[in-house]
């Protein structure tokens, strides 16, 4: 589970000669699945796949790897108003 400054997917920010500090949590969710999630009472947004032990073996003693991604784009409106002038 990854999230960048709280989000899980996509971020934009609107920054204007700004000093940012980039927050990534990362978190090693165990897999669950819904024999798993009902045997110990859990709640069904926690089931992440459909055969708990299976996942397991496949990540267990491997590298995880993530991207990140980050993009400078200059806001529209800010341009229109220098072509303008």
């Given at each position: 589970?990854?999230?960048?400054m709280?989000?899980?997917?996509?971020?934009?920010?609107?920054?204007?000669?700004?000093?940012?500090?980039?927050?990534?949590?990362?978190?090693?969710?165990?897999?669950?699945?819904?024999?798993?999630?009902?045997?110990?009472?859990?709640?069904?947004?926690?089931?992440?796949?459909?055969?708990?032990?299976?996942?397991?073996?496949?990540?267990?003693?491997?590298?995880?790897?993530?991207?990140?991604?980050?993009?400078?784009?200059?806001?529209?409106?800010?341009?229109?108003?220098?072509?303008?002038?």
């Amino acid at each position: 589970d990854i999230t960048v400054m709280g989000y899980s997917d996509e971020v934009i920010l609107d920054l204007y000669n700004s000093t940012i500090l980039i927050t990534v949590v990362i978190k090693l969710v165990e897999p669950i699945d819904l024999n798993e999630a009902i045997d110990r009472n859990l709640e069904m947004s926690l089931v992440n796949t459909p055969d708990s032990v299976q996942a397991y073996e496949e990540i267990n003693g491997t590298d995880i790897m993530f991207t990140l991604s980050l993009e400078l784009q200059t806001k529209e409106q800010y341009n229109e108003e220098e072509t303008t002038e």
